[in-house]
Each structure stands twice: as structure tokens, then as C-alpha cells.
């Protein structure tokens, strides 16, 4: 057989068999996605709180101490926030809602007198003709609502094996770690580094994207704010929380904020926060993104893509909020389990013991010196 044709079925069977192993994971995960997406994000959960809870055990607490104070103050910073944005929509509602209805009257009136010089009739009949879809979905839009109320209770349930998950990391993992590295008997130490280089890249990558996000959530925030946009504290929580999805959440959540800014102010604060998006984007991806996150995440755009909408596909949003940092770690991890430890140096060999120096020769007295005595004149 011709060398190329050996070399080429050697490599081929190998990437069949890889593909296969691959693939056999992928549909594991898929069929353990309530167990998978949980643990991935109890992780990510953990790589956050975890500086906290070392300082309180560095500062003398317990493990279990100065883990029950970091669950609680996590909690309390969630339920602040979700009180503060609670209050505020439920009192800029119905005003978003005013606003929105004038913007639809002025957005008719332009269609009317605009460049298009549409008739009354016409928009009615557009109006009553998406009435009429809307009820030919009805049963649809039930069953999906039914489809919904299943969802939640299976997110609820996740939501609290997740919390289980990352209270037991936090004040148990490094007795974990030991415990799991047992089972790997002399290629404990290869494991051993792997582990360490990705958590160290998990606690990087989360604790600089949660530092971006911050930005983005306060820069939006701000801006809404200023221009007296209903709702601009979910908004902001919003814009955070979709930062956590590497450039596809950007844009969905500056699309929705887009959407309320134009229904509250008309489309010239719409396209002044488009623009103020933009620069923010920029600013982010060529500022915050190298300066924060570092060299932490490498990954070239299109692969980026590709990990979300893998990601997307076998977890949904969860999937895609989670599937980047995972590639992270693996990619990181990889590295490590094939590199070979350096030898040993060799002990260096000891000096040898010095001599004791000779003792130098006694210079003979001078003639006659030893016939006087001290003391005595001499003749």
C-alpha cells in the first residue's frame, strides 16, 4: 500500500472513533441536561462566591460558617434587587404603557400623511387581520403556555440542585478534589494540574465577565435613566444578564431596549441609544474585554458562534450561557493532562569537607635568645 494511503486510513478510523466518542457524550449530555446544566452553572455559581468565602475562612471562620454567610449574602444582594426592580416596573408600567399607545397613534398618523398615504381602511384591515392570526393561535398559544408552566416548575427544581450543588463546592471542594483524585492512581498529578489550570481559568472568566456585565448593566442604565425611559431598571438587569452570553445576548437585549425606547421617546432617542450601544459594544470588546477578562478566553468569533449555537442546541439559553466557559476550561485542561512533568534534577552533590589548615612552622629562636631570662640583666 502507497504511504499517503496508509497515513490516510490511519487518521481516518482515528476521527471516526473521535467523532463517535463525541457524539456519544453530546446525546449523555442531552439526556441529562436537568442534571448537566445545573452542575455546569452551580460551577460558575461557586468560581463567584468562592473569593468570598476564602477570605471569611482566611479571616477564622468555619468552612461551614463562612459558607452559610456567603449563600445568605448572595441571597440578600438577589432579593434586593429583585424587590428594587419590582417596585419601580409596577409603578412605570402603566406609564410605558401611555407612552407606547401615543407612539402608536403618532406612528398611524405618519402613515396617513407620510410619504405612504395610507388610508384608515388600510391599517384597520392590517389591524384586524393580526386580530384574527392571534385567535386562529389561541390553542397554540395555550398549549405553549401550559408548555411554559412544565418548564418552570423543571427550572425551579434546577434552581435548587444548583444552589445544593454550589453550597457543597464552596464548603467542601477542596476535600472533593481530593476524593475524585484518588481514582486516577499515578496519573493523579496530570489530573491534578488540569484541574487546577481550569478552575483557575473559571474563576478568571467569571469574575471578569460578571465586571463587564456590571459596565454594560450601569452604562445602560445611566443612559435610560437620562432619557427618561419607563422601565429602565429592568432594562439595565436585563443588559447584564444577557452579557453573560458572549455577542449574541448583546444584541438581543439592546434589541428589546431598543424596541421600549422607541415605543416611550419615538425613534430619534431610538437611534441616539443604537449609537450609544454601539460605542458601549466597542468599547467592551476592545477595551474592557483585554484589559478584565485577558487571555482567559481566545477563542476566535466564529468559534465563539459555533460553542453557542452547540450550546443553544442541547440546553437552550442555559446551554448557550454556560457552553463558552466549558470550552474554556476544556481547552485550558487539555493542555495540561498532556504535558510531562520536567524530571528531577539531580540532588547536587555536597561539597567536600574542608581540611583543618596545617599549622605554619615555628620560626627558630634567635642564638642566645633562650639563655636570658626574663627579668634578669643580662652581662
Do not use: C
Amino acid at each position: 500500500m502507497p504511504p499517503t494511503l496508509n497515513t490516510l486510513a490511519a487518521w481516518s478510523w482515528r476521527v471516526i472513533v473521535t467523532g463517535a466518542l463525541v457524539y456519544l457524550v453530546a446525546m449523555i449530555i442531552a439526556r441529562l441536561s436537568f442534571v448537566a446544566l445545573p452542575v455546569a452553572i452551580a460551577f460558575l455559581l461557586a468560581a463567584l462566591l468562592f473569593p468570598l468565602t476564602n477570605r471569611l475562612r482566611a479571616a477564622g471562620l468555619r468552612p461551614i460558617y463562612a459558607t452559610w454567610i456567603t449563600m445568605l449574602v448572595a441571597f440578600a444582594f438577589i432579593i434586593g434587587v429583585g424587590f428594587i426592580i419590582g417596585v419601580r416596573a409596577n409603578d412605570e408600567f402603566p406609564r410605558l404603557v401611555a407612552q407606547i399607545q401615543q407612539t402608536a397613534r403618532d406612528a398611524q398618523n405618519w402613515l396617513i400623511t407620510g410619504p405612504f398615504h395610507l388610508k384608515e381602511a388600510q391599517i384597520a384591515d392590517f389591524v384586524e387581520e393580526l386580530t384574527r392570526q392571534l385567535d386562529q393561535q389561541r390553542g397554540q398559544i395555550t398549549s405553549t403556555v401550559l408548555t411554559g408552566a412544565t418548564a418552570i416548575i423543571e427550572v425551579l427544581a434546577s434552581i435548587v440542585l444548583l444552589l445544593f450543588i454550589a453550597f457543597f463546592l464552596l464548603k467542601d471542594g477542596d476535600r472533593i478534589w481530593a476524593w475524585f483524585l484518588r481514582a486516577f492512581g499515578s496519573a493523579a498529578p496530570r489530573v491534578d494540574r488540569a484541574g487546577r489550570a481550569a478552575w483557575r481559568t473559571l474563576s478568571h472568566y467569571v469574575l471578569g465577565t460578571v465586571a463587564v456585565a456590571a459596565v454594560h448593566g450601569v452604562i445602560i442604565g445611566v443612559v435610560l435613566a437620562g432619557m427618561r425611559v419607563p422601565l429602565w431598571a429592568p432594562l439595565a438587569v436585563l443588559i447584564f444578564l444577557a452579557s453573560f452570553i458572549p455577542i449574541v445576548g448583546i444584541f438581543f437585549a439592546g434589541g428589546v431596549a431598543t424596541l421600549v425606547v422607541f415605543g416611550a421617546q419615538g425613534w430619534v432617542y431610538a437611534l441616539i441609544f443604537v449609537g450609544i450601544l454601539i460605542v458601549e459594544q466597542q468599547l467592551e470588546n476592545h477595551v474592557l474585554q483585554p484589559l478584565i477578562v485577558g487571555r482567559a478566553l481566545e477563542f476566535h468569533p466564529l468559534a465563539i458562534i459555533l460553542v453557542l449555537a452547540v450550546g443553544g442546541v442541547l440546553g437552550g439559553i442555559a446551554g448557550a450561557a454556560v457552553a463558552v466557559p466549558v470550552t474554556a476550561v476544556i481547552y485550558r485542561a487539555l493542555p495540561e493532562l498532556r504535558r510531562d512533568e520536567p524530571p528531577a534534577l539531580p540532588p547536587a552533590a555536597e561539597p567536600p569537607p574542608e581540611s583543618p589548615p596545617e599549622p605554619s612552622p615555628k620560626t627558630p629562636p634567635p642564638p642566645g635568645a633562650g639563655d636570658a631570662v626574663p627579668g634578669t640583666p643580662s652581662r
